[in-house]
């Protein structure tokens, strides 16, 4: 009888076991990064029923020896999304606003909302990506390419939302889009006569007990906020003074912890239904077996489905996400752009590829469109083209060189790109005075060097 309970219990619980990550996978997959040079420090934490652990390895700042914890401060990017959502659904179950209200209604009357054949944007368009604008606006323009965000005002959003023509009918498409995401955010501030920092804290920081969550860094956080990198290489945080429901919130592992516990029932919250809501009311992406919830990713390419999201910023990336079936979540913070998403996928699920090599990094699609052009062989004077294939937040630049098809390029700093089909790295020369302006291109090419001009 107890062997067959014992063969019973392994058929039942070992698939489960099987996705489990070990403490020592966790603590290399960290050492990788760290010692690496990919990240200057890096925190996971393992969320379970019976507790949630952390682990930690690495530094504050490539200057700062300050051991990085579960009490360092990130900035989220676009995690902050997930609480934007949420903010809506809680104002809406106190009836504040409905779904289907035309945001019109709750803006200035001189900002004219476009529509698609008499059909009105609403809150729920803008809440699942359906409204039919772009990822960020046509009139946004980066005037520091390491704070992107800096100098767009309000008035450039009014200005773009009155001269936007939709191409398609709301609630259609899927588009991922800042632009709905920061617009609702305003227009719920606009409505509250409150800032979206208070507001989301008072109406979700204080049941969650996320205590050090917040828009605006205070003086007293400044040691636990861990520098941006580039890899080694120092940048500036960033600020979204538009786009705060886009991107605005940091938060620390702990409290991002505290927020897997509540949406896997553990920590106990009154905000639980709308947790749930968030993840059982879904729709298509483009992406095959990826489905949206509101703002959650889910996905269901392999057994058992995983729900998760990720936010980049120049300099500091997370992951978080959750298996309810294994009642599992995970979060990964790192103070560098360098890639680390597949890390938390394959802690919560070891289907899930995690990346042998890690030169890729995430940079904003703002960052380049200044890299497209014609590029003159300096020895020979032949031409290799770039270009970009336009697709929102997943924007990529192509390579066109002599008779080879376009190659997909991937960034591994702002200004270093790498091929994954060829030996190919790539070197961008900037401008001294104005670093928005490329002027050479060099392609290491398995040891052979290849200089261009930009034409």
Not at 12 to 41: L, R, S, W
Request: charged share 25%.
């Amino acid at each position: 009888m107890k062997i067959l309970k014992k063969l019973l219990y392994t058929v039942i619980f070992m698939p489960f076991i099987a996705f489990a990550m070990t403490p020592n996978e966790i603590e290399n997959i960290m050492k990788e990064c760290v010692d690496g040079g990919h990240t200057q420090g890096m925190v996971i934490g393992i969320i379970k029923e019976d507790g949630t652990k952390f682990y930690k390895y690495g530094q504050m700042a490539v200057d700062d020896s300050t051991p990085i914890d579960e009490n360092a401060i990130f900035e989220t990017g676009s995690i902050t999304k997930i609480f934007t959502s949420l903010l809506l659904a809680q104002m809406v179950r106190n009836g504040d606003v409905k779904m289907d209200d035309p945001i019109e209604m709750y803006l200035p009357k001189g900002v004219k909302v476009p529509q698609f054949n008499g059909k009105k944007i609403t809150f729920d368009h803008l809440a699942t990506h359906s409204a039919g604008f772009d990822y960020m606006p046509e009139n946004f323009i980066m005037s520091d390419m390491y704070n992107p965000f800096r100098g767009y005002s309000v008035e450039s959003l009014y200005d773009y939302l009155s001269n936007y023509e939709l191409d398609y009918e709301p609630g259609t498409q899927y588009k991922y889009s800042n632009v709905c995401v920061g617009l609702l955010s305003h227009i719920l501030s606009l409505l509250t006569n409150k800032e979206f920092e208070e507001l989301v804290t008072e109406r979700l920081l204080k049941d969650l007990q996320m205590d050090s969550t917040i828009v605006n860094i205070l003086p007293e956080m400044e040691k636990r906020f861990p520098k941006a990198h580039m890899r080694d290489k120092i940048v500036p945080h960033w600020k979204c003074e538009v786009f705060e429901g886009a991107g605005a919130l940091h938060s620390t592992p702990k409290d991002l912890a505290r927020f897997i516990e509540a949406n896997l029932g553990f920590y106990k919250t009154d905000l639980y239904p709308l947790l749930k809501e968030a993840c059982q009311s879904r729709g298509s992406q483009e992406v095959p077996y990826l489905d949206v919830g509101h703002e959650w990713n889910i996905s269901y390419q392999y057994k058992p489905e995983m729900i998760y999201h990720g936010g980049a910023t120049g300099g500091h990336q997370i992951f978080i996400g959750f298996c309810p079936e294994t009642k599992t979540g995970v979060v990964v913070c790192s103070n560098s752009c360098a890639w680390i998403y597949d890390i938390g996928r394959n802690i919560l699920n070891k289907n899930w590829y995690l990346k042998k090599y890690r030169q890729q990094a995430i940079i904003v699609p703002m960052m380049l469109y200044k890299f497209i052009g014609e590029y003159e062989n300096i020895d020979d004077g032949s031409i290799c083209k770039i270009d970009i294939k336009s697709d929102g937040h997943q924007s990529i630049l192509l390579l066109k060189w002599g008779y080879y098809p376009s190659i997909p390029m991937f960034p591994s700093t702002e200004k270093d790109f790498f091929l994954k089909v060829k030996p190919i790295e790539i070197n961008f020369g900037l401008n001294e005075q104005n670093d928005h302006v490329v002027e050479t291109m060099k392609v290491d090419y398995s040891g052979t060097i290849y200089n261009f001009k930009k034409k």
